[in-house]
C-alpha cells in the first residue's frame, strides 16, 4: 500500500521568512496531494491541494509543487505570519487519504 | 468550502459504557464518510470507510464490534464506541466527502473522548 513521509517533523522560522514542508510517496498510482492545517485541538482543515497532472499550484502565500518521477510533492508557505504556527499534514491517495506524520511549524514574532 | 459538523467536541463517559459521536455534512451529500483516530502528536490513522446504506469497512486492526458506525443518511454518519475502556481514550476525527475519496475531503472538528 501507500506510505508517505513527510519531514521535518518540527520547523521554527522567523515571521516573515518562508517555510518548507517536504513529502516522499511510495505508490506511482497516487493521483491526488493535499496538505492540511491542524490547530491545536480542531479537526485538519485543507490548505491547498494538487493532481497528478499538474507541476504547481498557487494560492496568495501557499504554492504546492508534485514531482512524480520523484514521487515527492513540497508545501511552500511564503512570508510567514505567527497564525501560520500549526501542525500540517500532507497526504496522498488513490483510493484512501494516507497522511504523513506531520510537520509542527512554529514561527516566531 | 464544505462544512462538517462534528458533535460533541468533547465527552467523558465511564468505562464500559458507550459513546455515540455524530458526523454531519451541513451543505452538501456525503456519499463516503471516514472515521479517523489521532494519537497525542501522531497523525490520523484510518479506522473505517462508510458509504450511505452500506457496511462500513474497517482497516485491518480495527474492530467492528467495538467501533460501530451507522451511515444511514447522505449527510450523517455515527460513530459508537461500545463497552468504552480508558485505552479507548483519544481523538477521533470524521471526514466527508461527495465521490471518490480522492476528491476534496473535508474534516470535522474533531471529538475528545476520555473513558474514566
Known amino acids: 500500500g501507500e506510505n508517505v513521509e513527510q519531514h521535518p517533523s518540527t520547523l521554527s522560522v522567523q515571521e516573515g521568512d518562508s517555510a518548507v514542508i517536504k513529502c516522499t510517496y511510495s505508490?506511482?498510482?497516487?493521483?491526488?496531494f493535499p496538505w492540511y492545517k491542524q490547530e491545536l485541538g480542531k479537526g485538519p482543515q485543507l490548505i491547498i491541494d494538487i493532481r497528478s497532472n499538474v507541476g504547481e499550484k498557487k494560492d496568495q502565500r501557499i504554492a504546492v509543487t508534485l514531482n512524480k518521477t520523484a514521487k515527492h510533492f513540497s508545501l511552500h508557505i511564503t512570508e510567514t505570519q505567527p497564525e501560520d504556527s500549526a501542525v500540517y499534514f500532507c497526504a496522498a491517495t488513490i483510493q484512501k487519504l494516507v497522511f504523513g506524520t506531520g510537520t509542527r511549524l512554529l514561527v516566531s514574532p | 468550502g464544505a462544512v462538517v459538523s462534528q458533535h460533541p467536541s468533547r465527552v467523558i463517559c465511564k468505562s464500559g459504557t458507550s459513546v455515540k459521536i455524530e458526523c454531519r455534512s451541513l451543505d452538501f451529500q456525503a456519499t463516503t464518510m471516514f472515521w479517523y483516530r489521532q494519537f497525542p502528536k501522531q497523525s490520523l490513522m484510518l479506522m473505517a470507510t462508510?458509504?450511505?446504506?452500506?457496511?462500513?469497512?474497517?482497516e485491518q486492526g480495527v474492530e467492528k464490534d467495538k467501533f460501530l458506525i451507522n451511515h444511514a443518511s447522505l449527510t450523517l454518519s455515527t460513530l459508537t464506541v461500545t463497552s468504552a475502556h480508558p485505552e479507548d481514550s483519544s481523538f477521533y476525527i470524521c471526514s466527508a466527502s461527495e465521490g471518490p475519496l480522492n476528491t476534496e475531503a473535508f474534516f470535522g472538528q474533531g471529538t475528545r473522548l476520555t473513558v474514566v
Open positions: 462508510s458509504n450511505e446504506g452500506s457496511k462500513a469497512t474497517y
Open positions: 505508490d506511482s498510482a497516487s493521483n491526488y
